[in-house]
């Protein structure tokens, strides 16, 4: 009877760990290139891990990979990174990311050219609080249009 006891509080107690099993596995995978160096690359990805993706990143540099997935260089930034088949190049914020995984447009992925500050990696203390005016551009080969605006400050 002990053990048939034993059992039962080691078969219960596993299943409370079944919810952070499964909020795991529910995560979406993004990967990551960037400078092994780069501090807001690194602030741009603690930023996707706190909105609930689950982030892989390669120290090696981005503009191989971006050539490689076919990005063009005009709407380069300092990290790229894929996601379910789409290019996210630079400090894109995660609801954009999540926007683009809804709706699925044919497109080649979204992009923050350059590094604007007030955007996600590029808002640290540093920066007092200041936001630049941006774009998410929705890239379409050679073409983009604007997916999302961030003009007030």
């Known amino acids: 009877m002990l053990r048939r006891d034993a059992l039962k509080v080691i078969a219960m107690s596993s299943l409370s760990f079944l919810p952070l099993n499964i909020k795991a596995q529910n995560k979406t995978l993004i990967e990551v290139w960037k400078s092994p160096t780069c501090g807001c690359c690194r602030d741009w990805i603690a930023h996707l891990e706190d909105n609930g993706f689950e982030v892989t990143h ?25 996601i379910d088949g ?12 999540r926007k683009l995984l809804k709706l699925k447009p044919t497109a080649v992925g979204l992009s923050v050219p350059g590094m604007p500050v007030g955007t996600p990696g590029m808002d640290g203390p ?24 961030y003009r007030e400050n």
Do not use: W
Request: with cysteine; net charge negative; aromatic share 10%.
């Open 86 to 97: 789409y290019v996210i190049e630079g400090h894109v914020p995660a609801k954009d990311i």
């Open 126 to 149: 540093q920066y007092q609080g200041r936001q630049d005016p941006y774009d998410v551009l929705l890239i379409l080969g050679d073409n983009h249009e604007i997916f999302t605006s």
């Open 58 to 82: 390669y120290d090696t540099g981005n503009n191989r990979v971006r050539a490689h997935v076919g990005m063009p260089q005009k709407y380069g930034s300092c990290h790229t990174a894929i």
